[in-house]
């Protein structure tokens, strides 16, 4: 069995320009629609700050040193988990000085990976303890691909939207073969049922940086770290690509937070 390793970075970096957005959701209580003016989307409050369950999860998974990507002006971040209790987690912070996309964000957590493997995931989704679990276990790089049937039944993301996600294939020996951002249908068809939906969830080794380093900036003119992903398997660092038949819930925009409160509930949150 693989050695378990137990850093996560989680990128909250955003600017969450869509979060921004009023979409006249008069379900939301004044300290929501607060903290998505703000853009902050991993604290607004779902009974607590989302980011809390999304740490939870880790904790529960074994991955207990955590440190958030943040920018220079996010003290609302870094006051907040400075001060709550922590029994199971260590938090520290990565300042990406910019907004230059999730490559660089995750070449700004360098000195905290400390030439360990590290898992990479957002800060505005929840992800299932199963597939952070599976993916603890990998030995090497690995991605964490969800099917359709979970996803559309399990998360509280309209089909639609999921039509538009990342899919990514594996070839013969289990490793990402092929990866595709907002696939269009032909593509879709291409790649066919077995085509998992990418979430932006990984177990990275330490060549992830130097292929964020090597990479240009892509058409927005962000470092991504798809690309930068890309580049590592190019460079001889396969990325085993996990099957999780499990939902993920999202946080992007106003209209998800009654349905990602709702969904967490029940969730039991333990620092």
Request: net charge negative; aromatic share 6%; with cysteine.
């Amino acid at each position: 069995m693989a050695q378990a390793h137990h850093k996560a970075v989680i990128l909250a970096r955003g600017l969450g320009s869509r979060m921004r957005k009023d979409s006249g959701d008069t379900q939301l209580s004044a300290e929501q629609k607060r903290a998505a003016d703000s853009g902050v989307k991993a604290m607004i409050s779902v009974g607590r700050p989302f980011l809390d369950h999304v740490m939870s999860a880790l904790a529960d998974a074994g991955f207990t040193d955590i440190c958030l990507v943040i920018g220079p002006e996010h003290d609302i971040i870094r006051d907040y988990y400075d001060s709550v209790d922590k029994q199971r987690i260590t938090v520290s912070y990565a300042i990406q000085d910019k907004p230059l996309g999730t490559a660089n964000a995750v070449l700004s957590a360098e000195d905290f990976a400390a030439g360990e493997p590290i898992l990479v995931l957002n800060s505005d989704n929840f992800y299932p303890v199963d597939a952070l679990l599976q993916l603890a276990q990998v030995d090497g790089s690995g991605l964490a691909g969800f099917t359709r049937e979970a996803m559309v039944e399990r998360s509280n993301i309209a089909a639609d939207r999921i039509a538009a996600f990342a899919l990514a294939t594996a070839d013969a020996d289990g490793n990402l073969d092929e990866l595709v951002e907002k696939p269009d249908a032909a593509t879709i068809e291409r790649l066919g049922e077995g085509a998992l939906i990418s979430m932006n969830c990984w177990k990275c080794s330490p060549a992830i940086f130097e292929a964020a380093r090597t990479i240009k900036p892509s058409a927005r003119g962000e470092y991504e770290i798809t690309d930068a992903v890309r580049q590592a398997i190019a460079d001889g660092d396969s990325y085993a690509v996990i099957r999780c038949d499990e939902g993920v819930l999202d946080m992007s925009n106003r209209g998800d937070i009654a349905s990602v409160a709702a969904a967490l509930e029940n969730h039991e949150v333990r620092l």
